[in-house]
């Protein structure tokens, strides 16, 4: 007898489904998306040129945006739970750091992809949504690449993931960062240099530092000297791709883990301390609502692996004093 495909399950009867006030003004295909998990997005968008998916009995594209008291038309779908990579750790459910009604915020561990895409069958965001049925409205506030860990943003209602957005274009949540730098970094102070995005190299973006960039500044804080290296604290002042990794090579402070903007030989001095991944860490999130002026901090340790780094690298000698003791009077 054939065991039955644990992955499947029998294709539903179409539904209809009132769009709710939290869920207005976001594209039918998201909406959809929400709803048929598991699906692939061509398959969405195929049954939208079909004019199987109706919006009040009418038929709709994919740029249509969804008002609250909308009735959705949902065809029926056969749709499959998402599968792992294998040995993929990203089955277990994450760290929470914070929750409420509005905001999830959880300890996002290195190497795994905050969404799907690129090699990557599923993200972070889709287990979510899988581990958590029962919550109807997930979605990422913001990012963090993949081999960056902590605190990581996720809305439980629209409303909170427009506030949110807002916060973040007005520069009005702090984001702070840890990195292992190259070198002694001296002295606390920011650096402000556009970001150009439009590169590739290989087939793979690449980021560098360009006049004709957009904006950014991120403000770094010697927290730790260690011999070759320090311990900073970052805070970006703007939310570009790869900021801190381009800005800290820019400085002449590559981070230690960084094969794409770092230095090999620096990355070979911190493998030999035990490092590897690339050593950032988002360890504090602090926002305040504008409605109720309730205060949110949130703050991640630094995991026990990048602590061990640490721990292992050698110290800076202590400078010898010239002269001896000198002579008063």
């Not at 959705?72 to 056969?78: C, D, E, M, N, Y």
């Not at 240099?193 to 004709?212: C, W």
């Amino acid at each position: 007898m054939q065991a039955p495909d644990i992955n499947a399950a029998s294709a539903p009867s179409a539904r209809s489904q009132e769009v709710s006030a939290d869920e207005a003004g976001q594209r039918v295909d998201n909406y959809l998306l929400r709803y048929l998990k598991g699906v692939p997005r061509s398959h969405v968008y195929r049954l939208l040129r079909k004019g199987e998916v109706r919006v009040n009995s009418k038929r709709i594209d994919a740029s249509y945006r969804v008002q609250a008291g909308d009735r959705v038309r949902i065809p029926p779908v056969r749709q499959a739970a998402p599968a792992l990579r294998p040995g993929s750790r990203a089955g277990r459910a994450p760290v929470v750091l914070f929750e409420d009604d509005r905001l999830l915020v959880i300890d996002k561990p290195s190497g795994a992809a905050v969404h799907g895409g690129s090699g990557v069958r599923t993200g972070l965001i889709d287990q979510l949504r899988a581990q958590r049925p029962q919550t109807p409205f997930l979605e990422l506030v913001h990012r963090l690449d993949r081999e960056t860990s902590g605190c990581l943003m996720i809305a439980k209602k629209r409303s909170a993931l427009r506030t949110l957005h807002a916060l973040l274009r007005e520069g009005d949540v702090e984001k702070r960062y840890l990195a292992l730098v190259a070198g002694t970094w001296a002295n606390a102070g920011v650096v402000d240099a556009p970001l150009d995005t439009s590169h590739r190299r290989g087939g793979e973006r690449v980021v560098r530092v360009q006049s004709e960039g957009k904006a950014a500044a991120s403000r770094f804080r010697p927290v730790q000297r260690l011999k070759t290296a320090t311990l900073v604290e970052v805070e970006t002042l703007s939310g570009r791709t790869h900021q801190i990794r381009v800005h800290a090579t820019h400085a002449g402070h590559p981070l230690a883990g960084d094969t794409k903007y770092g230095d090999e030989s620096f990355n070979a001095t911190a493998r030999a301390a035990g490092l590897r991944r690339l050593f950032l860490h988002a360890h504090l999130l602090s926002f305040t609502w504008p409605e109720s002026g309730q205060e949110v901090n949130v703050s991640s340790p630094l995991p026990d692996a990048l602590r061990a780094v640490i721990d292992a690298w050698p110290r800076p000698g202590k400078a010898k004093r010239e002269g001896g003791r000198r002579n008063r009077g």
